[in-house]
Every structure is written in structure tokens, then in C-alpha cells.
């Protein structure tokens, strides 16, 4: 009986079946190399696919390059391209295999089939070796001058290629002066912008260095050439005419009549079907008109209905695309598309990108005539289940109400916002209304009306906490329960995460105290001691000031924290004129996508702060310089890439850093009573006194209050802590001690005037801490904000390290600072050391 069959299984393409596959592959392209039997090419494509296939999956096959070669002898056009595709991988990182593939390019060069020659050219450029270089020269010459446009085109970026390769030999063998030849005589226009973007990259590159080559880019913004592109326009295609209108768009016409020559031609552009395109043509006429106020007018109203067509058509991403630079010639010229404001209203299917940019479109275009129709749809948004774009429709409806366009009406749409207790919509509102009478002081009997009866207890963001208590603070008269609804928060003291929360309430009870002291005193005298126990650097100066001011005299204390106010006029704008130009500059780029000049997320040194993967601080001195291996990490203690958007509740108590004690907080410390206001010139706070450590009062000088009421003798200073000039610790170490150790303390201070001018660049900062004996491992960051990691070492103990992570806000001039140490008990004399370092930079 024989044994049943065994069904045939036939290996995946993608997968060997065993160890021997790729012997087995080399053996059968072996066989078929010379082999002229019909159906060769057919096995051949078989076996080509499967090389191929492993390529792809990253199985090497390189051993297979001279029986690749060989089989490459045939007039299949598939079996050419998949011989270049697996050469062109191989060729760059085996030289000397490349050497194997220049007799067969070569000959391919010269083959009838003008697609095998194009074919054959590209791949032979591909190579990239630059010992082959040599081999490059005749067959792109002879590509430029080939009967077919293909061939020719492929010479065109085949001579770039050899730009990057060999400049040189390039340059030698007159190649730019070959394309431009090209450029303006060839018949093909996809010969002429291949070679039109040959050169400009080549010449802008080689400027730097060539005064000929300056002037061979400057002579491709000459009248001829622009005119002789301009008239050959539709001849292109899609890619090619976006090339050529963005070199128009740099051309300099002579007159105005030029202007509108240039522009008639280019009009049928507007109305094509490619977005890129209709960009492009935009670009160009923006920038021909920027010297003629009306015509510039006027092209903004004749390039809206092609911007609107493009949004309203499409998919998502295409519409944000044209959508933000809509919303940038918008902000330009609200008012030039005031009229259109009802293609900005959200749709529902619409994603939250495009909403949030429709939403800033809105507020920008609103005026007498449209405020009405444009609130109540913003209104309409703020009950969106898209909390995001809830939050986005009240502020717009905020900013509309602060540019002076039907306050009555918007004022009492926010009010109403306040009623459908929703907290995030009750959040952004209070926020609102808090702008909104420092502008309009005149509404606020209408807004404490509604305010009050809000409980602080259902709020609980820090912003709208703290404009909740600024208004109690600043209306307190007006409110009879603010007195009361203030002790209540500061009875919750502690509970409060927020150190913004906590200014604001110190704050509001001294407003308070100032206006109605008899039922205030007890919550001032309560929130002055809490304060100067807290561990936030801010909160405990701010308490200690109050405190200090109070005793000093109440009248000035009135006259700087309640003084008179005025109206705010205009509110602060979040990115300068400068910038907003520079962007327009780069019309049609993703400088307009992403809101920012091109030089902020391209250049290395403004790319997104905090990118250690490639430039890292260097060790210190007697170090080699190293880099710690990029890694990512969770958003930990630690983490050695924490951003600056830390949250508050991962602070640990720390001490406060300065030459004093503060009174721990007591619920029964008061303040004296007060009976009327003659007697509140009198007063004099019953806090508990304090005593400077080591007998210093350089707290009460800079304050110029003169010493405190009392004073008490106290424990003679430690010894001061003396570094090693010359630490030893390797980025490894470094690493493990900030993952292992506990955080010894954690503290937030502010940097003086000086220091913060000073701090353009981090490496300013690490060459004065250095002169400390206090060193830096890692840093980055751009402007406002800066991440450093430091290190220092005992001197008396070789192994006893210091490490501290420092996230420096130069808009806040805050340094919040981290510190992990080996000897625990030696971190408070550390940090008072770092503190004093960074306190003197940009002092000298």
C-alpha cells in the first residue's frame, strides 16, 4: 500500500520556507542568466518577485547582486525596473558591488527602448557612490541631448543628484549652464521645470560660495526668462506650475503696467481645479500688489470666491488647509470679508480643526451690522458635546463683546451661559465676565448680580476660581456675602492646588479687609498666616509683603493694593505684527498651517523646546562630551523630559529658601478688632511675630519696612557646603541616580529683571552656573521656555552627588527647580547654594 500523497504547500512570497531558500533563489537565477528559452522571462519574473519581496521585509539578499546582474540582460521592461529597484538598495551600502552594475547601466543607457534608458539613467544616479562619479558624466550628457522628453527629464534630476554627490564635478563638467540651456529651448515642459528646479536648487546652494552663481540665480528673476515661463504656464503640469508661480512671486516688475500684464495672464489660474495651484496664483498676486493699497483691496475681493469654493469642496484635510490661509488673510482684512461671515458658521460633521479656525474667523469678521446673527450662533455652539468647541465658542463670543460690538445684548448672552450649570461652560464664562468689567466697570452691578449666587464649591478650574475671587475681591462692596464666601475658601486653604488661586485670594481679603474690616479680619489674618507657611515661593513673598505693608502703614497699603482704576482699553495680543508678517511673507507654505515662521520649526535651534535627542548639554570640565541616548519616558518624577506644564499637586512641601521662618498656619490667629475707620489707621496685625535666621533682617531691607517687632536669637549657621571643582558623572550614571533616587525637594522662585534679559540661550546660563562648581549634563528649550539638568558633587565625599532638574518660564521670569541627592540631609544647603547662583545671573 503506498503511502498517501502529501499535499503540495507553496511557500508565502514573503516568507522563505527554510534556511536554504536564498541558496535555492541564487541557484535557479544561476540557471536562467544565460538561459534564451521561451518562457525565461516569466520565470525570471517569479524569482525576481521573491528577491524583491525579501528585500522588503528586510531579509538580506545582497549575496544574490552578480546573479541579479546577469539576468538583468533582457528586453522585459519589469524585469529592468525590478533589477534597479533591488540594485539602487543594495548599490549605496556595498561599494564594491555597485562596481558590478556600471557595464549593464551603462549599456542600458544606449538601448532603442527610451523608457530602458530613462530607466537605466535614473537607477545609474540612484547608485549615490561617490567613486563612481566619473561614470555619471557621459551619460547624463548624453541624457540632456537625447531625442526623447523622458530621458531628458530624468537628466535633468539625474544632474542635481550628481550635485549632492560631487559639486564639484558638476560644476567642472558645466552642467548648470547645460540645464539652463535646456530650460529655454527644450519643447517639453516637463523637461523645462525639471530643469528650472535643477538650478535653483543648485545655484542657491552654490551662492554661498560663487559670485557667478549668485548671479545665475538672480538672472532667473529677470523679465525674459519670468515671461517666457509665464507664457508657457498651461503647458505645465499641477507641480510644475506651482514651481514656476512661486519663483514669480519673487520677480520685481519695473512698473504697474506690468503688474496688471502679469496678473491678466495668470487670471484663469484662480478658477483651477488644484488647490496648490490656486494658492500659488494667490501668492503671486498678493505679493505684485503689496505697494498698491487699492489694487491689493481689490485682489482680496477677487480671490474670495475661489477660497470659498476650495473650503466648501473637498476632503477635511484639504479644507483646513485652504481654511488657514483664508484665516490669514482674514485677520489681514476682516473687514474685507464681514459680508461673507456666514461661510464660517461650524457644521456638525465638520472635525474640531476646522471648527476651531472657523470659530477665530467669526470673532475676526464681526461688526455693527453682523454682531447679532454671529453671537446667537456662537451661542448655539456653547451646548456643543464637543467640550473643546464649547470652550472656543465662548471665548469668541468674549472677544466679540471686548471689541465694542452690541454689549447690551452679548453681556446678557453670557449671563445666561452662567445658568445652564454646565462646568466648563460656567468656567469659560467667568473668565469672560471678569475681562469684561475691567473694560466695562459700568456692567458689573448687572454681572455681581448673577455671580453671587454661585457657589465656589462647584467651581473648581484654577482660572475661573481665581476670577470667581477677584470679583468677590473687587466688588465686595456691592456683594453682601463676600466676606463670608472668602473666610469660607480660606478655611479650605490646603485644598486649594492652585498657586494662582491662592494670589488671587490673598488678594481679594485684603480688598475685602480695606472696605468692610469688621467682618474681614478674621479671614485676613487667617489668609496672611497661611500664606507665609505655604510652600509655593510666590504665595509666601506675596503674604509677607501684605503683612509686612499692613504694619507699615494701612493708607499706603489702600493706595497700592485698591488704588483707583481705569477701563482697560486694549487687551494684550498673543503674537506680535512682526511675526503675522513673516507669515503672510510665506503665503502658501506650512508656516500658514502651523501659525508660526518657517524658522521656528526648521531651524535646529528653534525646533519644539525641550529636544535632548540631539542637542544635548556637554559634561563638565575633564569630561568627554557625550550624548544620553534619546528614550521616551512617562510623565513621572522620573522623567528626565517633563515639560513646563507640571502639574501643581506633584510638588512635595518644600522649604522656602529665604533668610526666615514663617509662622505655622493657626485657624485662631486674628487680626485686632476694628470698631470704625478712624481706627483702622491704627491697626496693627497680631500675627505671630517671626525672627530672622542668624540674626539677618535682609528680608525687612529689601522691603525697606525697617526690623521686625521683635527679634529672638537662633542656632548658629551650618557650615556652608563646598563642591568639587572637577565632578566625574557619565550621562548612564546620571540617568540611574534620577530614576532611583526620591526627590529630596522641590521649590518654585522667580528670576530677577537681569537674569531673565540675560537668558537668551541656554548655554549663557550653564557657563555661569559652571563658575558655580555646579555643572550641566543635558539642556534645551527655546524662548520663553528653557529645561536644564545639573549636577554637583560633595567635596568632601566622592560619591555623594547632587542632581537637579531646572524648567526656567521666561515670561513668568519662574524657576521651578528639582533636586535628588545621594546625601538627603545635605539638599537643603544645596539648594540654598543653587538658589543663590541663579538669583546672580545676569547680575555681572
Request: glycine fraction near 4%; include cysteine; charged fraction near 20%.
Amino acid at each position: 500500500m503506498t503511502p498517501p500523497v502529501q499535499p503540495h504547500r507553496s511557500s508565502s512570497p514573503s516568507q522563505p520556507s527554510g534556511k536554504g531558500e536564498v541558496s535555492d533563489l541564487k541557484l535557479q537565477l544561476r540557471q536562467l542568466a544565460g538561459s534564451r528559452a521561451p518562457g525565461t522571462d516569466d520565470s525570471k519574473r517569479e524569482l525576481f518577485k521573491k528577491v524583491i519581496s525579501y528585500m522588503t521585509i528586510g531579509i538580506d539578499v545582497s549575496s544574490l547582486f552578480s546573479e541579479m546582474v546577469m539576468c538583468s540582460a533582457t528586453s522585459d521592461v519589469v524585469l529592468k525596473k525590478m533589477c534597479y529597484l533591488y540594485v539602487g538598495n543594495y548599490a549605496k551600502g556595498n561599494p564594491d558591488l555597485a562596481l558590478l552594475t556600471i557595464n549593464f547601466l551603462q549599456k542600458d543607457c544606449r538601448d532603442e527602448d527610451p523608457m530602458i534608458r530613462g530607466l537605466a539613467l535614473r537607477s545609474l544616479c540612484s547608485l549615490r557612490v561617490a567613486n563612481l562619479v566619473e561614470y555619471l558624466v557621459g551619460p547624463l550628457g548624453s541624457g540632456l541631448k537625447d531625442s526623447n522628453s523622458y530621458v531628458r527629464m530624468v537628466a535633468a534630476i539625474g544632474i542635481l543628484k550628481l550635485y549632492h554627490i560631487s559639486a564639484a564635478t558638476c560644476v567642472d563638467a558645466d552642467f548648470p549652464s547645460l540645464l539652463k540651456s535646456l530650460m529655454l529651448n527644450d519643447p517639453d515642459a516637463q523637461v523645462v521645470a525639471n530643469c528650472l528646479c535643477a538650478l535653483q536648487e543648485i545655484w542657491n546652494l552654490e551662492a554661498a560660495s560663487s559670485e557667478e552663481a549668485s548671479r545665475e540665480r538672480e538672472a532667473l528673476l529677470s523679465k525674459p526668462i519670468i515671461y517666457y515661463l509665464l507664457n508657457r504656464i498651461k503647458e505645465f503640469g499641477e507641480w510644475a506650475q506651482c514651481l514656476v508661480l512661486d519663483l514669480i512671486s519673487k520677480y520685481l516688475p519695473s512698473d504697474s503696467n506690468e503688474i496688471f500684464d502679469m496678473m491678466n495672464l495668470l487670471e484663469d489660474r484662480l478658477h483651477h481645479a488644484n488647490s496648490d495651484v490656486v494658492l500659488a496664483t494667490i501668492k503671486v498676486f498678493l505679493h505684485l500688489t503689496m505697494s498698491m493699497t487699492d489694487v491689493h483691496q481689490q485682489v482680496y475681493e477677487r480671490i474670495k470666491a475661489p477660497l470659498l469654493t476650495l473650503v466648501s469642496t473637498g476632503s477635511p484635510e484639504l479644507s483646513y488647509a485652504v481654511l488657514s490661509h483664508l484665516h490669514l488673510l482674514v485677520m489681514r482684512a476682516p473687514m474685507l470679508f464681514s459680508s461673507d461671515f456666514k461661510h464660517f458658521y461650524c457644521q456638525y460633521s465638520q472635525p474640531s480643526y476646522v471648527k476651531k479656525l472657523k470659530l477665530e474667523m467669526l470673532t475676526a469678521v464681526a461688526n455693527e451690522s453682523n454682531t447679532y446673527e454671529i453671537v446667537t450662533e456662537l451661542c448655539e455652539y456653547a451646548a456643543n458635546v464637543d467640550v473643546p468647541i464649547a470652550r472656543e465658542s465662548i471665548r469668541a463670543v468674549g472677544k466679540i463683546a471686548l471689541q465694542q460690538y452690541d454689549v447690551n445684548a452679548i453681556v446678557d448672552r453670557l449671563l445666561q451661559f452662567l445658568e445652564m450649570e454646565k462646568d466648563h461652560v460656567t468656567a469659560e464664562t467667568l473668565v469672560l465676565v471678569k475681562n469684561l468689567l475691567r473694560k466695562y466697570p459700568q456692567w458689573s452691578h448687572d454681572c455681581i448680580a448673577v455671580v453671587g449666587n454661585i457657589s465656589s464649591k462647584n467651581v473648581q478650574e484654577p482660572k475661573a476660581k481665581a476670577a470667581l475671587i477677584w470679583m468677590l475681591g473687587e466688588y465686595s462692596q456691592d456683594m453682601s456675602d463676600a466676606p463670608y464666601i472668602l473666610e469660607g475658601i480660606v478655611d479650605n486653604w490646603e485644598d486649594e492646588n492652585s498657586a494662582e488661586v491662592r494670589l488671587h485670594l490673598l488678594t481679594a481679603v485684603l480688598k475685602c479687609f480695606l472696605r468692610r474690616p469688621p467682618e474681614t479680619q478674621k479671614a485676613l489674618g487667617a489668609a496672611l498666616a497661611a500664606g507665609l507657611a505655604d510652600p509655593h515661593q510666590d504665595v509666601h513673598d506675596r503674604a509677607l509683603f501684605y503683612y509686612r505693608l499692613l504694619q507699615y502703614d494701612l493708607a499706603v497699603a489702600e493706595r497700592v493694593v485698591d488704588p483707583p482704576k481705569q477701563a482697560v482699553s486694549v487687551f494684550a495680543d498673543t503674537q506680535s505684527s512682526e511675526i503675522k508678517d513673516r507669515i503672510f511673507d510665506e503665503f502658501n507654505s506650512l508656516s500658514v498651517l502651523y501659525q508660526k515662521p518657517s524658522y521656528m520649526f526648521t531651524d535646529k535651534e528653534h525646533r519644539g523646546p525641550f529636544v535632548f535627542s540631539e542637542e544635548l548639554g556637554n559634561l563638565s570640565i575633564g569630561v568627554e562630551s557625550e550624548e544620553i541616548p534619546a528614550q521616551r519616558y512617562e510623565a513621572n518624577d522620573n522623567d528626565l523630559l517633563l515639560s513646563t506644564s507640571e502639574k501643581e499637586e506633584n510638588r512635595i512641601p518644600s522649604i522656602n529658601g529665604s533668610a526666615y521662618s514663617a509662622p505655622e498656619y493657626d485657624g485662631s490667629v486674628s487680626l485686632a478688632p476694628v470698631q470704625s475707620q478712624a481706627e483702622r489707621a491704627a491697626l496693627t496685625l497680631s500675627l505671630p511675630t517671626y525672627a530672622p535666621q542668624g540674626g539677618s533682617s535682609g528680608i525687612d531691607d529689601l522691603l525697606g519696612l525697617g526690623p521686625p517687632a521683635s527679634t529672638s536669637s537662633s542656632a548658629p549657621p551650618p557650615p556652608p557646603l563646598k563642591l568639587n571643582a572637577k565632578p566625574a558623572l557619565d550621562p548612564a550614571t546620571f540617568q540611574r541616580k534620577w530614576g532611583q533616587l526620591p526627590l529630596s525637594l522641590s521649590q518654585e522662585c522667580s528670576l530677577s529683571p537681569r537674569g531673565v534679559a540675560a537668558l537668551t540661550t541656554p548655554q549663557v546660563l550653564l557657563r555661569h552656573m559652571q563658575g558655580h562648581l555646579v555643572h550641566c549634563i543635558a539642556s534645551g528649550g527655546q524662548s520663553p521656555n528653557f529645561k536644564f539638568f545639573f549636577f554637583a558633587q560633595k567635596a568632601d565625599q566622592s560619591a555623594s552627588f547632587f542632581v537637579v532638574e531646572c524648567i526656567i518660564n521666561t515670561s513668568s521670569a519662574k524657576a521651578q527647580m528639582k533636586v535628588k541627592a545621594d546625601d538627603g540631609a545635605s539638599s537643603e544647603a544645596f539648594l540654598s547654594l543653587f538658589r543663590s547662583a541663579l538669583s546672580e545671573f545676569g547680575m555681572s
